[in-house]
């Protein structure tokens, strides 16, 4: 974790961590199968007080959760390998400062990946970008969409139901 720590945030592993973990959420020893560690900075989801100026009712500070940071770490690793789509992620440890999770990511060009029975859905072109829509499992966990009720007021989406929900 010490040498987590001192590399770069976005780095590109050989093989995963949680073997057992990565397997069962889709990761296959293929070409076109990439593994990535992302590191996340705890806190700082609190907005600061300000010190000036009239004093408002309450002074306080407000968290801000409307992604969790699994959903943060995906949609960073998206970014920087911008031609790779995500499949999933998990946590791989945490510290006082950060949090590691790794993402295995696909690269839907591949025709080892186009003939694969398990992972050639990837390929289709409405999947494409779909940790920036939500449509990952930490996204769609996030978005409140794991339980099935009326009384959750996610559903459709939020958007849907006047941002009544979250």
């Not at 779909?130 to 996204?139: E, I, K, M, P």
């Not at 969409?145 to 939020?158: D, G, T």
């Amino acid at each position: 974790m010490i040498d987590w720590r001192k590399s770069q945030t976005i780095v590109k592993v050989d093989k995963p961590l949680r073997l057992d973990r990565a397997r069962a959420l889709g990761y296959k020893a293929k070409k076109g199968v990439v593994v990535v560690r992302v590191r996340i900075g705890r806190g700082g989801r609190k907005r600061k007080r300000v010190n000036k100026g009239r004093r408002s009712k309450r002074m306080t500070s407000k968290k801000v959760l409307k992604m969790n940071y699994k959903w943060v770490a995906e949609q960073r690793a998206a970014r920087k390998f911008r031609n790779l789509e995500v499949l999933n992620s998990y946590q791989i440890g945490k510290d006082g400062v950060n949090y590691f999770f790794e993402i295995i990511m696909i690269d839907p060009t591949r025709p080892e990946i186009k003939a694969d029975k398990e992972l050639g859905w990837i390929t289709r072109k409405e999947n494409k970008g779909r940790v920036f829509r939500g449509l990952t499992s930490a996204g769609k966990k996030s978005r409140g969409l794991r339980k099935k009720s009326r009384e959750m007021k996610v559903r459709p989406s939020i958007r849907a139901r006047g941002r009544k929900g979250k």
